[in-house]
T-cell receptor
């Protein structure tokens, strides 16, 4: 099983550019999440989707949008990238109340 | 909103010493999970605690969930170099939101 797959793994953007991080899971999980990880800040929740068709803001949603395209896919979009969005982004999924599975991460640098 | 605080942020120990990280939530949790992240990797699930006062063990690791379901701890007995990494707690509310603590980075000197 692939588990949680996210792309791209590495990306460099110029300030003001837009991009979409893609995430897909093949475990038939209901919930999907996007986190960002910065040194000393741990994992901060950007957006989550408790089930297909719903999305909710997390701790740090500003500057991001999400789409739960179907049960498998949950994308994260940066409309106008800023240097403060330089981070490692993790997509994750889980069945309600159970273990959360993470993708391998996407390293994004905004210059 | 829901907050999960974790201390200490960093811990350096000599191999063989014990290690403990603590996690506190601003709200009562439905469950708490613990994860380990190796340098350059992604967080990997260790365990989930659900019941008030629950204690679970995995070899040298002991996990506790507080009576009020607002705090938790992870204790490692006799650390080894393979224990190096960052340990995260994650608190789950009944809305499905999963909030992580800031993590404790453990360094073990051989």
């Amino acid at each position: 099983n692939a588990g949680v797959t996210q792309t791209p793994k590495f990306q460099v953007l110029k300030t003001g550019q837009s991009m979409t991080l893609q995430c897909a899971q093949d475990m038939n999980h209901n919930s999907m999440y996007w986190y960002r990880q910065d040194p000393g800040m741990g994992l901060r929740l950007i957006y989550y989707s408790a089930s297909e068709g719903t999305t909710d803001k997390g701790e740090v949603p500003n500057g991001y949008n999400v789409s739960r395209l179907n049960k498998r896919e949950f994308s994260l979009r940066l409309e106008s990238a800023a240097p403060s969005q330089t981070s490692v982004y993790f997509c994750a999924s889980r069945l309600q109340g159970n273990t959360i599975y993470f993708g391998e991460g996407s390293w994004l640098t905004v210059v | 909103g829901q907050q999960v605080m974790q201390i200490p942020q960093y811990q350096h120990v000599q191999e063989g010493e014990d290690f403990t990280t603590y996690c506190n939530s601003s709200t009562t949790l439905s469950n708490i999970q613990w994860y380990k992240q190796r340098p350059g990797g992604h967080p990997v699930f260790l365990i989930q605690l659900v019941k008030s006062g629950e204690v679970k063990k995995q070899k040298r690791l002991t996990f506790q969930f507080g009576e009020a379901k607002k705090n938790s701890s992870l204790h490692i007995t006799a650390t080894q170099t393979t224990d190096v990494g960052t340990y995260f707690c994650a608190g789950s509310s009944n809305t499905g939101k999963l909030i992580f603590g800031q993590g404790t980075t453990l360094q073990v000197k051989p």
